[in-house]
Each structure stands twice: as structure tokens, then as C-alpha cells.
């Protein structure tokens, strides 16, 4: 069974940065593609980045490109999600998750099998 676990989330200022962590089941990472979603309150779960596991192509959302990266560990065991020059709008809660998405749903909740608990990211004007 795929466990996932986010940490790195917190209070930063407007224009800082963070980076969040996914543990996850050895090797996880070495047979699923992972993805960072986000959900702000009142809003749906929102797609932010994901890195395709044949050939490690990345796919951002546009509200964060260029300022989101995602990369992961050679061991496939976690992944992270470099976040700079965060905004006030960035603030929610991060999920980090898995699963082996056709190219058309690779952006989409569907697409994705095991979800983490998520992490709170909090950013101040």
C-alpha cells in the first residue's frame, strides 16, 4: 500500500520561499509519477506540478510556472516542491500525490491514485 506524507508547510512572508517534502513508500516514486495539488478554502483541489515517471517530463499549472519546481530523490522514496516567490493567493493546503496518469489526465485529480494528508502553507501580505 503507497503511504504519502507531506511536511515543510508553514508561515512565510510574501515574496519568501519554501519547500515542501513527500516521504513515501520505498520506491514509490520509482513505479508511480508524481504531482503537487493545492486547495485553497472555498476552492477545488487545484493541479500545480507533476513529473511524468517515463522520460521525467514536468508539467506546471501557469499560475506557477516559473516559480515552482518539482524534483524528487534518486531513490524514488521522496519528492519535493520548491516554492519561490510565494504570494498571498498561494496560500492553502499542499497534497502531494501518485499514480500513473495518461498524458491527458496528468494535470487532473484522476489521474492519481494515493494522496497524502497535506500540509498548510500560509503566506502573509
Do not use: H
Not at 20 to 48: D, H, I, N, V
Not at 70 to 96: F, H, K
Not at 113 to 124: F, K, L, R
Amino acid at each position: 500500500q503507497v503511504q504519502l506524507a507531506e511536511s515543510g508547510g508553514g508561515l512565510v512572508q510574501d515574496g519568501g520561499s519554501l519547500r515542501l517534502s513527500c516521504a513515501a513508500s520505498e520506491g514509490t516514486f520509482a513505479t508511480y509519477s508524481p504531482a503537487w495539488f493545492r486547495q485553497a478554502p472555498g476552492k477545488e483541489r487545484e493541479f500545480l506540478a507533476a513529473r511524468r515517471l517515463s522520460g521525467g517530463t514536468t508539467y506546471y499549472a501557469d499560475s506557477v510556472k516559473g516559480r515552482f519546481f518539482i524534483s524528487g530523490d534518486a531513490a524514488g522514496n521522496t519528492i519535493y516542491l520548491q516554492m519561490d516567490v510565494l504570494r498571498p493567493e498561494d496560500t492553502a493546503v499542499y497534497y502531494c500525490a501518485a499514480g500513473r496518469p495518461i498524458l491527458s489526465s496528468i494535470r487532473t485529480m484522476r489521474g492519481y491514485n494515493y494522496w497524502g494528508q497535506g500540509t498548510q502553507v500560509t503566506v502573509s501580505s
